[in-house]
């Protein structure tokens, strides 16, 4: 099996409306790299790519056929209360604010203004999860 470069085994795809917007808060709220985009004839996006560190994401924009959908995501970071002033800066709203959790991770969750929850969240250490 071969996968794209930066491409992971399970690849979230986000259909938004406004994807220009959400594609923008990924860059500057997130940290993330937009790598490829397409359009349609009427302008909008038919598909962006973002990198999230070692992950890629895609983004179309809403259709009837593919309406707007949220979800939850679970994204690591290096520092989880700079993360979250990023992010905060950049639209989303507090969903939970950081803090050590008892499983190794500092954690916190914004929720962007498409309705994504996202857990921004720093290993604090060197191991697995434990039960």
């Not at 973002?50 to 809403?62: D, F, K, P, Q, Y």
């Amino acid at each position: 099996m071969h996968i794209p470069s930066g491409f992971n085994i399970v690849t979230p795809y986000f259909f938004v409306r406004d994807a220009e917007s959400f594609v923008r808060f990924l860059i500057q709220g997130l940290g993330g790299e937009e790598t490829c985009r397409s359009m349609r004839p009427n302008g909008e996006i038919a598909n962006a790519q973002v990198r999230l560190g070692t992950s890629t994401v895609m983004i179309s924009e809403a259709t009837p056929h593919y309406p707007a959908m949220a979800a939850a995501y679970y994204l690591y970071v290096e520092d989880a209360d700079q993360a979250m002033q990023l992010a905060l800066q950049h639209g989303a709203t507090l969903e939970m604010a950081v803090e050590d959790m008892p499983y190794g991770d500092r954690q916190g969750g914004v929720r962007d203004a498409h309705g994504n929850i996202w857990w921004l969240s720093q290993r604090l250490v060197d191991e697995a999860y434990q039960p």
